[in-house]
């Protein structure tokens, strides 16, 4: 098939593990018989010091006529001073916005061999299997701001529209696994969670009568997440609550550095990224584990690309590389030989 994908390797540590990606990327394209079309293009902090726009024209418009586009990481120190009136995070906000891409699904599977990398009890880690479904464009991130000499308010709303489309995607999402959807919101203190709990009841009852639904409060979310993660299936919630939450769960994993992630809108067009950020206490080192970027990749292939035995083909070979005791040094024992991310990534290239 062919196929055109934006590539934004943004700033930090991004280049290195998108660098990984692309090996990747070219590696399954030559042996499958598909032609690729992969266009990197300057966003984030490298964009602001290009053009003084983290999201440029050109960039914008490359992501808008991709078939998917695939993002390492923005931000750093450089950009992030109190007085910046541009910030790389705004890039990719509007980006978010412009594609329309509502539902950020965020997997977290508890790999056997890494059981140890994780600082929780292995026998609390067995089996989980989890994805997170945040919903990425609506929400307190983007309410009105206001501020003056005294005060600093932040705006949260959400219209039934929004709160019913990601339920569709989670409820959809649990279809295909166990079963259970969990809703998570602040409906005893917050009117939008009210709403959320109302909305998210009336399309399980009417539309999916064989997906069970618990409602859970963020608070008891963050506790449950650690003491039975095992329980969950498919969890839904909000944007801000989201995104604290799929950082505590990404630590079920073992590292920041291992997990990806998809967001979707309506069609096939994605954005693929590693959950992590630019990492700058590491960056320039060549030691940033790949394999978040690696399984973003393969969810692109699948989601997108509808390229179904590719992306199941990367994902295996990033697991037996993992079986096999490769490691960055964020999951190496203390002690043990780790890999640098090209090393990494080569023993993938090898198992594809
Ligand atoms: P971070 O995710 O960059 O790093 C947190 C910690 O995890 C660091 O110790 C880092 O070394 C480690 N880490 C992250 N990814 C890793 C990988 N692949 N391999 C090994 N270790 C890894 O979060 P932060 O330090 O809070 O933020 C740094 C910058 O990234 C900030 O400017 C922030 O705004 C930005 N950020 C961007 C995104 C994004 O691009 N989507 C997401 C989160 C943070």
Known sequence: MKATIAVLPGDGIGPEVIAEGLRC?????????????????????????????PLPDETLHACRTADAVLLGA???PKWSSPT??????????????????????????????????????????????????????GGIYFGEKRRDAHSATDVCTYSVREIERIVRTAARLAQRRR??????DKSNVLETSRLWREV???????????????HMLVDSTAMHLIRRPRDFDV???????????????????GSLGLLPSASLGEGTRGLYEPIHGSA???????IANPCGTLLSVALLLRHSLALESEAAALERAVSE???????????????TPALSTREFADAVLSRL
């Open 200 to 214: 998210t009841t009336r399309v399980l009852r009417s539309q999916f009568p064989d997906v069970s639904l618990e």
């Open 179 to 184: 079963g259970k959807l969990v809703s998570i």
């Open 235 to 253: 969890l839904v919630t909000e944007n801000m609550f989201g995104d604290i939450l799929t950082d505590e769960a990404s630590m079920l994993a």
């Open 280 to 286: 700058p206490d590491i960056a320039g080192q060549g």
């Open 84 to 137: 910046a009136k541009v910030r790389p995070e705004q890039g990719l906000l509007a980006l978010r916005s412009a594609l329309g891409v509502y539902a950020n699904l965020r997997p977290v599977k508890v790999h056997p061999a890494l059981q140890g990398a994780s600082t929780l009890k292995p026998e609390v880690l067995e089996g989980v299997d989890l994805i997170f479904v945040r919903e990425l464009t």
């Open 321 to 335: 590389v993992l079986e096999r005791g490769a490691r960055t040094p964020d999951i190496a024992a203390r002690g």
């Open 74 to 76: 923005i931000g750093g």
């Open 25 to 53: 990327l070219r590696a399954l394209a030559e042996r499958h018989g598909h032609e690729f079309t992969l266009t990197e293009l300057p966003f984030g902090g490298a964009a602001i010091d290009l053009t003084g726009n």
